[in-house]
């Protein structure tokens, strides 16, 4: 010890040679986690996100083998058991042709479900796509690629997929393209600022010193460094589609009888509403459920994935 | 500034042109024309009504002519009404729809801003708990399925709210509602995650050191830069809710703009179909342009002319 008080950094009596075991610093104590690894770990320890993420898997699993367990089938018409009140034979009760409304809300879940998971997969398909190429692009293609993008933006989607659907005719493939073909502009925006963002950075300029081209920079380089983000909208984007095709379905632009979806059922309950609520109440219920199961997952996922975000 | 304001406007009306263009264009390529009826009428009064509206020239004189009306403030014929101008559609039905907008966003701003702050300074609290689960349920909720709730619930049930029509302010109170549940959710949502953030902010810490009331802190401080994210929420917002919905119109039967966007495309008017989108675009256009210049309002390190 020195007169001041301090530690005298030069007394080796002070140090301790550490033990053999340790002496590799290279050593790594516990395996190295990939980004999703770390991700899905922070992901788990969301008592929200999780219980999102069991809502979204039970209403799938409910969608996908409730209408095999039932008895009778969605178009199955019994006359005499027409407005039957919900519990006894029928869970949900039967709607004004005697059908099971249990069976039609599952097959209606199967549908709104299909659609918004095919929409959403295909509109962030072209939205990935486009931002990334006017992002990596920049300059004059990017400003005119990115014009258009506003173009659509100012126009009200709603009415976009009401003329698609117009066009087209009502029917399963239809809706799906509608809102495909009107819902990529976000992603393709999120994706366009992403790539800006990394095209500066280090490792793409390694990867252009050795040669990549455009093609291989995009997407091997560029496009996985923005899962986050892209992961996180396209969550969002589900439960919106949902909302589109009901509103369709309910505007009698969606999916024609003896088929049914969540909106179309919604839409079916209305004139008898006073008389049979339940009608009404059993398909909302799962439109909201839905929805609130994939919001939840989708801010898990935006606080997992990018942890500076979180509060 | 002014540069600022005449650059955006003249990109505000080339947009304006290119969303006509595409509008006019995708419009008369649906199948079907305004005069096909479930009752077939015979070919020549088709054929009169459609030269009578010029339906039989080819698209482009048309497209021509229209932009011509148009610069002349003449939105063109309805096909579907005979003698209704789309400009005499637009005067009828745009008051109902603009005074419920109007409400609807006062309504949304007046609620959703203090529940937001609310929930934020009572963070982890119960009051803070039951905004937070209120205005994620609000997100889930289908307008109409909220729309037909509410009349089931208010109307027909407790029988304390009137189901249609706009005479007195009670008749506006379930409209607005159903408009605005999922906004008033998101704002305040918004507002909180905002204030929030603003509250851990260094500017925040000095200004309590430097004695600054808790008043002043969260109203002047906090609250002044958290706005930002709701004013480029509620800009476009406005210029949405005020042009009309569809189902809120149709389910408390108000005359209001929204049942034309659907009508105008399933009847294949072309002109008010075409009237309801430019006014709309405009709205919108007009609406961000308005946002832009209210950050630097807001926020004087945001200067609108870079």
Redo the contacts between chains.
């Keep these: 010890m020195s007169a001041t008080g301090r530690l005298d950094k030069s007394d080796r009596t002070l140090w301790e040679a550490p033990p053999p075991e340790s002496k590799s610093p290279e050593q790594v104590s516990r395996p190295s986690m990939t980004y999703f690894q770390d991700a899905w770990r922070r992901f788990r320890e969301n008592p929200a996100a999780m219980f999102g993420l069991c809502l979204v898997a039970f209403i799938v699993i409910l969608a996908l083998l409730g209408p095999a367990v039932s008895s009778h089938s969605y178009w199955e018409q019994d006359l005499n058991r027409t407005n039957e009140s919900p519990g006894g034979e029928y869970i949900f009760g039967t709607d004004s042709l005697g059908r099971d409304l249990f069976v039609r809300v599952m097959t209606g879940g199967r549908i709104s479900l299909l659609v918004s998971v095919i929409a959403t997969f295909i509109s962030c398909l072209i939205g990935i796509l486009y931002g990334g190429f006017a992002g990596y692009a920049g300059g004059g293609a990017d400003n005119a690629m990115m014009r258009i993008v ?2 659509i933006w ?3 989607l ?2 976009y997929a ?2 698609l659907m ?2 087209l005719g009502p029917g399963l493939h239809n809706i799906l393209i509608a809102i495909a073909l009107v819902y990529w502009v976000n992603m393709a925006r999120i994706v366009r600022a992403q790539v800006m963002n990394l095209k500066e950075t280090e490792f793409v300029l390694a990867a252009k010193v050795q040669g990549a081209g455009t093609w291989r920079i995009l997407t091997r380089h560029l496009l996985p460094n923005s899962m986050g983000p892209i992961l996180v909208t396209a969550t969002m984007m589900i ?1 919106g589609a949902v ?1 589109t095709e ?2 369709l379905s ?2 009698g632009l969606g999916i024609s009888a003896p088929l049914a979806s969540w ?1 179309s059922l ?2 079916d309950s ?1 004139g008898a ?2 008389s049979y ?1 339940y009608q ?1 109440f059993f398909p ?1 219920a799962f ?3 839905t ?2 199961g994939f ?1 939840f997952v989708g801010d898990g996922l935006r606080d997992a994935l990018d942890p500076r975000l979180r ?1 | 500034m002014a540069r600022f304001i005449a650059d955006r406007v003249v990109s505000i009306i080339l ?1 304006l042109i ?2 006509i263009t ?2 006019f264009f ?2 008369h ?3 079907g024309g305004p005069f096909a009826r479930d009752k077939e009428a015979p070919p020549e009064v088709i054929r009169a009504l459609e030269a009578k509206y010029h339906l039989d020239e080819p698209l482009y004189v048309q497209y021509v002519s229209y932009i011509k009306g148009l610069l002349a403030g003449d939105m063109g014929p309805s096909f579907q009404k005979p003698g209704v101008s789309v400009n005499d559609i637009i005067r009828q039905s745009m008051p109902a729809s603009l005074k419920i907008g109007i409400v609807t966003i006062v309504f949304v701003l007046l609620l959703g801003i203090p529940a937001g702050i609310l929930s934020a300074t009572r963070r982890d609290k119960p009051s803070d708990y039951a905004i937070r689960f209120i205005s ?2 609000g ?4 307008s ?2 909220l729309a ?2 509410l009349i ?1 619930i208010f109307s ?1 049930k407790l029988k304390i709210m009137p189901t249609f029509g706009l005479r007195s302010w009670k008749h506006y109170v379930l409209p607005c509602a159903a408009l605005g549940g999922y906004s008033l959710s998101f704002v305040a949502r918004l507002v909180r ?1 905002s204030v ?2 603003a509250l ?1 902010q260094d500017y925040i810490r000095t200004a309590r050191a430097k004695g600054v009331s808790e008043f002043q802190v969260l109203f002047k401080h906090a609250l002044r830069n958290s706005l930002i994210p709701v004013v480029t929420y509620v800009g476009p917002l406005v210029a ?1 809710v005020v ?1 009309g919905s ?2 809120v119109e149709k389910v408390f039967a108000i005359p209001g703009m929204g049942k034309f ?2 009508d105008s ?2 009847n294949r008017d072309y002109t008010v179909l075409m009237g309801l ?1 430019i006014l ?2 405009a709205l ?2 007009g609406a961000v342009l308005i946002v832009d210049l209210l950050y630097g309002l807001i926020d004087p390190r945001i200067r609108v002319d870079r």
């Design positions: 506003d173009i100012t126009i009200p709603m009415l009401i003329i117009v066009w439960p909302f009901s509103f309910f505007i909106g919604c839409s209305l509403l006073r609520p009404l909302a439109i909201c459920a929805m609130l919001n509060r | 947009t290119a969303i595409v509008t995708m419009m390529s649906v199948p994620t349920l997100q889930t909720i289908p109409f399925v037909t709730l089931y027909t995650s929030l953030e851990g949405t042009t569809f189902v966007f659907v495309i399933t989108t709309d675009a919108l256009c």
